[in-house]
C-alpha cells in the first residue's frame, strides 16, 4: 500500500483551506438552527445518555415527530464545541473544515489502492473542490458525512489488511473494521454500506473474481463436478461474518427507532405518496438529476423539496430519456467491471461502488425520505465520482495527441470548481442570503419562498416577509404551512381579521379524520399548530375563550400525544380561572415529558394560584433539576423563597438569584431582588449596591427607586434619599408612598414645613380618602399653628378611619391645646402633645403599607409584618401619662424634658420604621411560561 508524503498532505490541506477559508465567516442556517440552536442536547447540563435516546435534533426518538435520524455521536461533537464555545459559529464551521481535510487525505490513500501516485492526487484534489460539497462541509449539519466519511473509509482501509501470506484470515483488521462500521454508523446511518463495499472488494479485488469465474465455479458445483474451492470458503467466512455483523446493526437501529418509520408528508417528498407509475418513474428520474449535479455542479440549491422537480407522471415525458441514458451507461460500467479481468476494471468496479452502495439509503427506491435531493448526501458518492474523472484523465493523458488538453481541461476544472466553492460558501453566511440564492436556481419550491419570509421575519420585516409568505401560498396554494406563516406575519403586523382568516384557510386544508386510520400519520405533526395558532389569537377575546379551549380540545382529539396543546391549554385555563383544569392539563402534558423543565416550571405557577408554595417550590427545583439554568424557576423560586420568611431559606434564595443575573445581566428585577434580600438579612451596604445596579441598568424602575429611597431614611441618610424620591416622582408622580416618604424628609429632616404640604396635599388630589395623607396634612397645619384648621382636618380624617384611636388621641390633644390657648396657667402641656403629634404621625405614616409592585409582570400580594407597632404606640401613651403625673417644674426644666422626650421618641419611630416591613415594595412572580405554545416558525 502506497504511502502519503508530507507534501501531498500539505497540498490537499492547503487546497481545502483555500476553498473553505470564507466558511468561518457563515453563521447557523437553516438545519442548523434546529440541529444546533434549538436542540437542547448540546448544553452540558442536558445528560449524555440523552444523546443516546434522541434523535439527530434532540426529540426522543420514541415520539412520533421524531425524524429518526440517529447520529449521537456526531452531536456529541456539537456538544463539544458548545463546551468550548458555546454557540460562536466559527468554532463549529472550523470544526467542519479541519474533518474535510482528514476526509480527502484518507481519501488520497484509498485512492492509492487502485490509482496511481498522479491519479491519485488528482481524484483527492477534485474531491477536495468539488462545490457539491459545500452543503456538508460549509453547513453545520453536514458533519454528519464528514464523520461518517472518515470512519467509513478507515473501515474500509482496515479490512484491506485482513488478507494475509499465502490467503489466510488476519481478524485484528476485520474486528476493527466492525467496530468502525458500528462507528461511522452512529455518525451518520449511511456509514453501514461499506460492509458492501467491503464485500465486493473481497471477492473482486482480493480474491480476483471475475463475474464468469464466479458463474462457472457455481455451475460446476451445481453439477456435481468439482468442490467449493479453500480460498472461497474463507472468503465466504469473512463475508458471513460481516453479514453477521451488519444485521446485528440493522436489529439494534430498527430497535432504536422502536420498528417505526418517520412521518413525511407529500410537501417533503410528493413522489413518495403518488401513485404508480409516476411514483417509479420519478425516482428513477432523480438518479440522473444527482448525476448531473456531480458532473455539472454550476446551479446548487439547499433545498430540493415540494414542487422543485415536478413529477414524472407519464411514461411519455421526455425526462424518461434522461433516465434511460443513465441505466445504460450504468450498466455499459457495471458490465465492464464485472466481467473482464485488469486493473481498469477493477478502479472502476470500486468507483462504481463508492458511488452507488452508499447512496441506497437515500435513493428512495426501497424506502421514502424526508427530501427529493438532498446534496450533502452526496459527499460519499462524489469519491466514487472522482476516481472515475481520475481515471479516465489518466487514459487521456496516456495518448500523445490528447496529453496536453487533457491537463489544460483538468486544471480548468480544479480552478473554475474551486471558485464555485468559494463563491458558493458565501450563500452560507446567512439565512436570507442562503435561500436568496435557491430562489435564483428555483421558483417552484414554496418552502424557499417561505424560508426567505422567515428570514426576514427574523429581521422584523414583517411587510416584506408577508409578500414572499403570500407568494408561497401562490406557488403551493395547499400548502398548510405558508397560510400559518401568512397568518402569524398578520398578527405581528396587528391585523387580527386578516390573521385569523389565513388560519382558518390553513385549518380548512387539513386532512379529514378517517375512521380507524392513525391521523398523526397522515399530517406533519407541526400543522397541528393551526389550532395551537389559532386559538391563542382569539383568545385575547375575553368574550372567545370557550371557543379558544374547544380548538385546544379539538388538536388534543386529533393526537392525543400533542403535547404543546395541553401546554396551551393549561394557560388558558388559569386564564379562565379554572386552576384545577388547568393542573390537570399540565399533568397530563408530564405523562408525555417528564423531562421538560418547561412544563414543571407551568404547574409550579399553578401551585402558585392554588396558594400552594409547598407544592410550586417542589417544581421549581424539579425544573432546575432537569435544567439548573432555568432562568425563569431560577428568579420565581427565589422570590418564592424570599416572601417564605424562612431565613434558612435566603442563601439558596441568593444564590438562585446570582445564576438568574449571570444568565440575564441585564434584567434590573434580578438585581433589584438580591437588594431586597440583602435589606432583609440587615446588610445595607450591599442592599445599596444592587439596588442601584437595578437602577443603572433600568433608571425607571419604581420599586428600585423607592426602597433605596426607604433605604436611606432607615440608615439614618435621609438626606440621600430626596434626590432619589425626587427621580421617583418624576416618573411617577402619583407615587403615593413616595410622596409620603418625601414629605416626612422634609418635615422632620430639612423642617421645610411648606415642602412637606405640597406633598400631602398631591396625595389627596390624587386619592381624597387616603387617611395617611390627610393625617399628616392635619400635623402640618399644627406645626403652622393653625389649629382651629387641623382640628376640622382630624375631625374629617376620623370620620374616614372612625376605628383609628390614634386620630382620636390626636384630635384631643389639639382640643386641649385650642382650650390651653384661654388657659394660659396649662401652658406646659402643648409642647410635649405637639412632638407626641409629630411622632405619631410619622409612625402612622409608614404603618401597614407594604405595596407589591411588579415592574412588567402580573403581581401576588403577600402579607407583612406588623411587629413593633403597638408596642412603641403604648410606650408613647405611657410616656404621655408620666407626663401628666409629673409636679410643675420650671420652664428650663421643661424643655430639657421635652427635648429629650423627643429625641426618644424619634429613636422608637426608626426603630418601628425598620422592623416594620410593610412599606417595601417588592416584585412578585412572573406568568407562566409559554414557550412550547408560540406560533410554528420554520417549515
Known amino acids: 500500500m502506497a504511502e502519503i508524503s508530507l507534501k501531498e498532505v500539505a497540498l490537499i490541506v492547503g487546497v481545502v483551506a483555500a476553498c473553505y477559508w470564507n466558511s468561518l465567516f457563515c453563521g447557523f442556517v437553516f438545519d442548523d438552527v434546529s440541529a444546533i440552536l434549538d436542540n437542547k442536547d448540546l448544553h452540558p447540563s442536558t445528560p449524555l445518555k440523552n444523546l443516546f435516546q434522541n434523535d439527530f435534533w434532540g426529540t426522543p426518538m420514541s415520539e412520533e415527530r421524531s425524524h429518526k435520524s440517529y447520529r449521537p455521536l456526531t452531536v456529541l461533537t456539537f456538544r463539544l464545541n458548545y463546551l468550548f464555545s458555546e454557540l460562536n459559529a466559527v468554532s463549529y464551521h472550523f470544526l467542519n473544515l479541519i474533518f474535510h481535510g482528514v476526509v480527502c487525505v484518507v481519501f488520497l490513500k484509498v485512492c492509492k489502492l487502485f490509482l496511481d501516485n498522479q491519479s491519485s492526487i488528482v481524484a483527492s484534489l477534485l474531491f477536495a473542490v468539488h462545490p457539491i460539497h459545500t452543503e456538508a462541509v460549509t453547513g453545520v449539519v453536514g458533519r454528519a458525512e464528514l464523520l461518517s466519511s472518515i470512519f467509513f473509509l478507515a473501515a474500509f482501509l482496515s479490512y484491506t489488511k485482513s488478507k494475509g501470506p499465502d490467503n489466510t484470515i488476519v481478524w485484528t483488521p476485520i474486528a476493527l473494521t466492525v467496530f468502525l462500521v458500528a462507528v461511522a454508523t452512529l455518525c451518520k446511518e449511511q456509514g453501514i454500506t461499506v460492509v458492501g463495499i467491503c464485500c465486493v472488494y473481497e471477492v473482486f479485488i482480493a480474491q480476483g473474481y471475475t463475474l464468469p469465474v464466479l458463474w462457472d465455479t457455481a455451475v460446476q458445483i451445481l453439477r456435481g463436478k468439482g468442490s467449493v ?12 461474518v460481516l453479514m453477521f455483523s451488519t444485521l446485528l446493526l440493522v436489529v439494534v437501529r430498527v430497535q432504536v427507532i422502536q420498528s417505526q418509520l418517520p412521518v413525511f408528508t407529500r410537501f417533503d ?9 409516476a411514483r417509479q418513474l420519478t425516482f428513477n428520474y432523480l438518479l440522473p438529476v444527482n448525476a448531473w449535479l456531480l458532473l455539472n455542479p454550476s446551479e446548487l440549491c439547499c433545498d430540493w423539496t415540494m414542487g422543485t422537480i415536478p413529477l414524472v407522471e407519464s411514461l411519455l415525458d421526455v425526462r424518461n430519456i434522461a433516465t434511460l441514458t443513465f441505466f445504460c451507461f450504468l450498466g455499459s460500467l457495471i458490465v465492464f467491471s464485472l466481467r473482464y479481468p485488469g486493473d481498469s476494471s477493477k478502479t472502476v468496479l470500486m468507483a462504481l461502488c463508492l458511488i452507488v452502495l452508499p447512496f441506497i439509503p437515500a435513493s428512495n427506491l426501497f424506502f421514502p425520505v424526508g427530501f427529493v435531493v438532498a ?24 495518448k500523445s495527441m490528447l496529453r496536453k488538453i487533457s491537463w489544460v481541461c483538468l486544471a480548468v476544472v480544479l480552478f473554475t470548481h474551486a471558485l464555485k466553492t468559494l463563491h458558493r460558501n458565501w450563500d452560507w453566511e446567512s439565512e436570507y442570503t442562503l435561500f436568496m440564492s435557491a430562489l435564483k436556481v428555483n421558483k417552484n419550491n414554496a418552502k424557499l419562498w417561505n424560508n426567505v419570509g422567515h428570514a426576514l421575519e427574523n429581521e422584523k420585516n414583517f411587510e416584506r416577509a408577508l409578500q414572499f409568505f403570500i407568494q408561497a401560498t401562490q406557488v403551493q396554494p395547499d400548502d398548510i404551512g405558508a397560510h400559518m406563516n401568512v397568518g402569524r406575519t398578520y398578527k405581528n403586523l396587528n391585523k387580527t381579521k386578516e390573521a385569523e382568516k389565513s388560519y382558518m384557510i390553513a385549518k380548512s386544508l387539513m386532512p379529514q379524520i378517517i375512521p380507524g386510520k392513525k391521523y398523526a400519520a397522515r399530517v406533519a405533526p407541526n400543522h397541528l399548530n393551526v389550532y395551537i395558532n389559532l386559538a391563542n389569537l382569539i383568545r385575547a377575546n375575553e368574550s372567545r375563550l370557550e371557543e379558544a379551549d374547544q380548538l385546544y380540545r379539538q388538536a388534543i382529539s386529533m393526537r392525543p400525544d400533542f403535547k404543546q396543546a395541553y401546554i396551551s391549554r393549561g394557560e388558558l385555563l388559569l386564564k379562565m380561572n379554572k386552576p384545577l383544569k388547568a393542573k390537570e392539563a399540565y399533568l397530563r402534558a408530564l405523562e408525555l415529558d417528564r423531562t421538560n423543565a418547561d412544563l414543571w416550571y407551568n404547574l409550579a405557577i399553578v401551585y402558585i394560584e392554588l396558594k400552594d408554595p409547598t407544592e410550586a417550590l417542589k417544581n421549581f427545583n424539579q425544573a432546575l433539576e432537569l435544567n439548573p439554568m432555568h432562568k425563569l424557576a431560577l428568579f420565581n423560586s427565589a422570590l418564592l423563597m424570599q416572601e417564605s420568611g424562612n431565613a434558612q431559606l435566603r442563601p439558596e434564595a441568593k444564590q438562585r438569584l446570582l445564576n438568574y443575573v449571570k ?22 451596604t450591599e442592599a445599596e449596591a444592587w439596588m442601584k445596579k437595578a437602577i443603572k441598568l433600568q433608571p425607571n424602575f419604581r420599586s428600585a427607586l423607592f426602597n433605596l429611597a426607604l433605604l436611606y431614611s432607615q440608615t439614618a441618610k435621609e438626606l440621600m434619599a430626596l434626590p432619589i424620591l425626587e427621580d421617583l416622582l418624576k416618573y411617577y408622580p402619583d407615587h403615593t408612598k413616595g410622596l409620603i416618604l418625601k414629605g416626612d424628609i422634609l418635615m422632620n429632616q430639612k423642617k421645610d414645613i411648606v415642602g412637606a404640604k405640597k406633598c400631602f396635599e398631591k396625595i389627596l388630589e390624587l386619592d381624597p380618602n387616603n387617611v395617611q395623607g390627610k393625617h399628616n396634612l392635619c400635623v402640618v397645619y399644627f406645626e403652622e399653628r393653625d389649629l382651629i384648621k387641623a382640628e376640622k382636618c382630624l375631625v374629617e380624617t376620623l370620620a374616614l378611619a372612625p376605628h383609628e384611636e390614634y386620630i382620636q388621641r390626636h384630635l384631643n390633644i389639639v382640643r386641649s391645646k385650642i382650650a390651653s390657648l384661654s388657659a394660659p396657667e396649662q401652658s406646659s402641656v402643648p409642647a410635649g402633645d405637639t412632638a407626641s403629634a409629630a411622632a405619631e404621625e410619622k409612625k402612622k405614616s409608614f404603618q401597614n403599607s407594604k405595596e407589591v409592585k411588579n415592574e412588567q409582570k402580573p403581581s401576588q400580594t403577600t402579607a407583612g409584618n406588623n411587629k413593633g407597632h403597638s408596642k412603641n404606640k403604648k410606650q408613647a401613651e405611657k410616656n404621655s401619662m408620666e407626663k401628666k403625673d409629673t409636679p410643675k417644674k420650671s420652664t428650663k426644666e421643661i424643655k430639657d424634658i421635652e427635648k429629650k ?19 417595601l415594595e417588592a416584585v412578585s412572580m412572573v406568568p407562566l411560561l409559554s414557550v412550547e405554545q408560540k406560533d410554528i416558525f420554520r417549515e
Open 229 to 240: 474451492p479453500f480460498s472461497m470458503l474463507q472468503t465466504l467466512l469473512k463475508l458471513i
Open 663 to 684: 444568565e440575564e445581566p441585564q434584567d434590573a428585577n434580578g438585581y433589584f431582588n438580591l437588594g431586597m434580600l440583602a435589606m432583609d438579612d440587615k446588610k445595607d
Open 375 to 398: 446534496e450533502r448526501v452526496l459527499y460519499v458518492p462524489s469519491m466514487g465520482f472522482c476516481i472515475l474523472v481520475a481515471h479516465g484523465w489518466k487514459k487521456l493523458s496516456n
Open 901 to 919: 422626650r423627643v429625641a426618644a421618641l424619634k429613636r422608637l419611630e426608626e426603630i418601628e420604621r425598620i422592623l416594620n416591613g410593610n412599606f
Open 269 to 277: 417528498n410528493p413522489a413518495a405518496v403518488s401513485p404508480s407509475p
